[in-house]
């Protein structure tokens, strides 16, 4: 949809994450119709963007969630996903978190290695239920992107070898407090590559008939997140080609896909609107400073990654655009938002659009500097409405002053 982003800044004030909900939904259902003919679920990736409203949109379009917290858990079934919907992943998870997820009756926890199966058969036995369980699987697979979001290979801390994978499922079957239902991978995030998502999916197909071999039937057959979207000039992987691989993997198994997708479905439905602070320049740079930072998206700074920077100004009798560097406030030389951003020259107040920024935008925000994080904005069928307040001073202080007081 055409979305009036000049209003609603001007309405909620700037920063402010505006994000679409048809494109949203758009996304998702090219994803659950690419596995058409097959029994899927689609595991929203809730941390890359846990707002309530983004959960429940998903939920209600049949989604559920994988979380790696018990706080997104909880988030998921605040914003009505069934619980049979949920996953919980992630390397370690505290005996309560165990607890909790075991007594919301979740569908499943993923667990990463033999010391926390150890930790959720514990909890189970204690609580007197049998823990639905996954084990995420490290292929050592290398899956072509960002090192710091390569999780496949045995470098990385994520998952478990094959073998120990194999031992594990082998402890759980005879266990009385373990069901090991399901199969796990993840192997990267923001993949363009098929190929190693072909080798991993079949290396773990291969696992789960080797298991069934020995008397553990898997039904749910995890693929993990990370098919990537378009930042500047990738190429990103046909989604039905990828369903394809995948339904190739598992030929002649009964199982469930499950598929983890964060990114793909609220990535490029997502913008940061910024306001225009003032422009500098020191020497032959020049620096256009606006009213985001690194706090209200930290992905420039972390990741050293690009997202297009447009004018939302008519630029025509402001001159030719020259590269200038975004920065915003905060008192970091990694606060950048975009270099070599080719801009007219900006006033005070204008605004600038910053694409891609629905996925691990402003779930990665935090309030460095005494930083309020920004307000959120969906828009749906030609209608837009707030879906977070911005975060206030008071809000930010609420957890410290009471204690201020205590020492009078
Ligand atoms: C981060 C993550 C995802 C989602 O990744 P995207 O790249 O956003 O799709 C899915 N599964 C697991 C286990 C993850 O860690």
Redesign the pocket.
């Known amino acids: 949809m055409q979305i009036d982003f000049e209003e609603w800044a001007r309405r909620y004030g700037t920063p402010l994450y505006v994000y679409d909900f048809d494109r949203i939904r758009e996304n998702y259902t090219r994803l659950k119709e690419a596995f058409s003919g097959q029994k899927s679920l689609i595991a929203y990736?809730v941390?890359?963007n846990s707002n309530l409203s983004v959960i429940a949109h998903l939920g209600k379009l049949g989604a559920g969630a994988?979380c790696?917290s018990i706080g997104e858990v909880l988030r998921a079934r605040a914003a009505g996903i069934a619980p049979y919907r949920i996953i919980f992943?992630?390397v370690g998870k505290r005996d309560e978190e165990i607890r909790q997820a075991l007594e919301e009756e979740i569908l499943l926890l993923?667990l990463e290695s033999e010391a926390e199966m150890k930790r959720v058969e514990a909890v189970a036995r204690e609580l007197g239920k049998e823990a639905r369980i996954s084990i995420?699987v490290n292929p050592n697979v290398d899956p072509q992107t960002h090192p710091y979001?390569s999780?496949g290979l045995h470098e990385n801390k994520?998952g478990v070898e094959i073998d120990m994978a194999k031992r594990m499922y082998i402890y759980a079957k005879n266990s009385q407090w373990l069901d090991p239902v399901g199969i796990?991978f993840?192997i990267?995030?923001?993949?363009t590559e098929l190929e190693p998502i072909r080798e991993a999916a079949g290396m773990v197909a291969d696992l789960v008939r080797s298991l069934a071999a020995i008397g553990v039937e898997i039904r749910f057959f995890d693929v993990?997140?990370?098919?990537?979207i378009v930042y500047r000039d990738e190429n990103p992987i046909d989604v039905k080609a990828y369903a394809d691989v995948i339904t190739e993997a598992v030929r002649g198994l009964d199982l469930t896909i499950v598929c983890?997708?964060?990114?793909?479905?609220v990535?490029d439905a997502g913008w940061l609107v910024t306001r225009v602070l003032y422009e500098k320049r020191n020497g032959d740079k020049r620096f256009v400073i606006v009213d985001a930072a690194m706090n209200d998206l930290l992905r420039p700074s972390l990741y050293n990654a690009y997202h297009r920077i447009e004018a939302l100004f008519d630029g025509e009798e402001r001159g030719e655009a020259t590269p200038a560097e975004v920065v915003g406030p905060i008192c970091e030389s990694g606060d950048w938002l975009g270099k070599e951003v080719l801009l007219p020259e900006t006033k005070p107040g204008d605004l600038l659009l910053i694409h891609s920024a629905g996925?691990?935008g402003f779930t990665m925000a935090s309030n460095y500097n005494t930083r309020g994080r920004a307000a959120e904005v969906a828009c749906e069928e030609g209608r837009c409405r707030l879906i977070r307040d911005r975060e206030s001073f008071e809000d930010q202080i609420r957890l410290e002053q009471a204690h201020l007081e205590e020492r009078g």
Request: aromatic share 10%.
């Open positions: 990736a941390k890359a994988d790696v992943s992630g993923n995420r979001i999780t994520f796990h993840h990267g995030s923001q993949l993990g997140g990370g098919l990537g983890e997708p964060g990114r793909f479905l990535g996925a691990y």
